[in-house]
């Protein structure tokens, strides 16, 4: 059923607006878009997103009564939410020591904060979470396919292609030592060509084109129900310039917030984003701290830093409403080699979906064939 454009709750002026323009329906209001909807009525793309913004809520709740009777809340026991949270699944990282920290890998039906300075490899992890997300199941995936919204432009496709490669590669490893039916059958499927065509790639030059864009998602992702997660890097560089409505901007970083929470849980899809790192300036020192206020700092339900110790680069799991605070070493290299004969291992273990091989040292050996490769020993993994 359609609804009328003057039942909507917005100010009478708007709603006036809108009719005069020959808006009747919601469904050619949302058809519109805010920068046609921002020329139609003479008013600025903010007060265009914002309008839609209220729009699109209107709609997810009048759905939710429609399906929910009388109660449209949801109501559930404290044992249902355990059994929930329970079977969400994990993107591994292919990284042990990292995996372990996050309690499994980057959690499904969350939002994963990765903040940290230039260079330190914030979308470089990005790119590698798109490439695993795709891993089949029998190999400890969850056989998904990933949203990768770039505002910064740091988007590498040679740099995914060896990362997917090499990812093939490594199950083909796995299978060849373990002999079974499904890694064989899973194996026709999972090549690089596949692994590329099911990342989805977004570039959005500005922060009017990133809200349109989030706001406009669930609908592409209704349409592919397999995306299981959804990578934004960066989330502060198109919120940093331009605004001198800072409260302007508080407000739609809370609407943006609100959204990828409804599309985590909606879409039991993994939400990742990356953050820049900001100067704050105290009495006696500064101190790096994540971009965009304290009241962002609540978005995230997991957030990790990445930061430098001199020349170590070091991985802190700052906030988890499960996981205790940790820190790790980890480094990044160009390539690695793939002149190791699976002779020369001791054995090749699959233990809750994170892929390990052990050598007859004592480390604790990520065979990562990535460009992004976190290399851990167990006895100092944890600083």
């Given at each position: ?96 020591a990292l995996d372990t920290i996050l309690g499994g890998g980057v959690q499904l039906t969350k939002i994963t ?271």
């Amino acid at each position: 059923m359609q609804r009328d454009v003057g039942s909507l709750p917005l100010a009478p002026a708007l709603r006036a607006r809108l009719l005069a323009a020959g808006f009747q329906t919601v469904e050619e209001l949302l058809e519109t878009g805010p920068c046609g909807l921002s020329k139609e009525l003479g008013i600025s793309k903010e007060e265009a997103l914002e309008a839609l913004q209220v729009v699109r809520q209107e709609c997810h709740g009048g759905a939710a009564r429609t399906a929910g009777g009388s109660g449209a809340t949801r109501k559930c026991t404290a044992l249902e939410l355990l059994e929930e949270e329970q079977a969400q699944g994990f993107i591994i990282t292919f990284c042990s020591a990292l995996d372990t920290i996050l309690g499994g890998g980057v959690q499904l039906t969350k939002i994963t904060e990765i903040c940290g300075a230039p260079g330190v490899g914030k979308t470089q992890l990005c790119m590698q979470l798109a490439v695993d997300v795709q891993i089949p199941e029998c190999f400890g995936g969850v056989a998904g396919e990933a949203v990768f919204i770039d505002t910064e432009g740091s988007f590498m496709v040679d740099r995914v292609a060896d990362i997917a490669a090499a990812c093939v590669q490594h199950c083909r490893l796995i299978a060849e030592a373990h002999q079974e039916e499904d890694h064989r059958k899973a194996l026709e499927t999972f090549s690089l060509e596949s692994i590329l065509s099911h990342i989805y790639y977004f570039r959005c030059r500005d922060y009017t084109e990133l809200l349109a864009q989030v706001y406009l998602l669930p609908d592409f992702l209704s349409e592919h129900s397999k995306v299981r997660l959804v990578v934004i890097d960066g989330i502060a560089f198109p919120f940093r310039h331009d605004f001198e409505d800072l409260s302007l901007r508080t407000r739609l970083l809370n609407g943006l917030a609100q959204q990828l929470i409804i599309i985590a849980n909606d879409h039991k899809s993994a939400v990742v984003l990356t953050n820049q790192m900001t100067t704050r300036i105290g009495q006696s020192q500064s101190t790096l701290v994540p971009a965009l206020g304290e009241s962002w700092g609540h978005a995230a339900t997991v957030r990790l830093i990445f930061h430098w110790d001199n020349t170590q680069r070091l991985a802190t799991l700052y906030k988890s409403p499960s996981q205790k605070e940790s820190t790790i070493r980890y480094h990044i290299t160009v390539s690695i080699s793939f002149g190791m004969e699976i002779q020369r291992w001791e054995q090749i273990v699959s233990r809750g979906g994170i892929f390990r091989h052990t050598d007859k040292s004592e480390k604790d050996v990520c065979f990562l064939s990535f460009a992004f490769q976190l290399s851990f020993e167990v006895k100092l993994g944890c600083l």
